[in-house]
């Protein structure tokens, strides 16, 4: 008969151990609701670090055009222009709000 007790109490504390971890599995704070917050999140910041990885390609391409080996004309004649201002006088200067 001791034995009974004891191994009904082992089986019990046993059965709130599992139920309190399973608890905090479904509803604790590191639970399977942020599981899935952390995939949403996970897959947001991937989308935002593909569009910086362009950005910089985008940019490194521009720093390209500018590199003393080969300078593109174009390019520096964008940049001299934005950076002193200047317009030819066979130009047409189109103003566009930001």
């Known amino acids: 008969m001791r034995i009974r007790q004891f191994d009904l109490a082992v089986t019990f504390v046993c059965l709130a151990t599992l139920g309190y971890f399973a608890w905090h599995a479904q509803e604790g704070p590191r639970g399977f609701p942020y599981f899935d917050r952390l995939s949403i999140e996970a897959s947001r910041l991937d989308f935002q670090s593909a569009e910086l990885d362009a950005r910089r390609k985008s ?21 001299v222009r934005s950076q002193l201002e200047l317009v030819g006088e066979n130009d047409l200067v189109v103003f566009v709000p930001n």
């Open 59 to 79: 940019l490194e391409h521009r720093v390209s055009l500018l590199r003393p080996d080969s300078i593109d004309p174009d390019m520096l004649d964008e940049m």
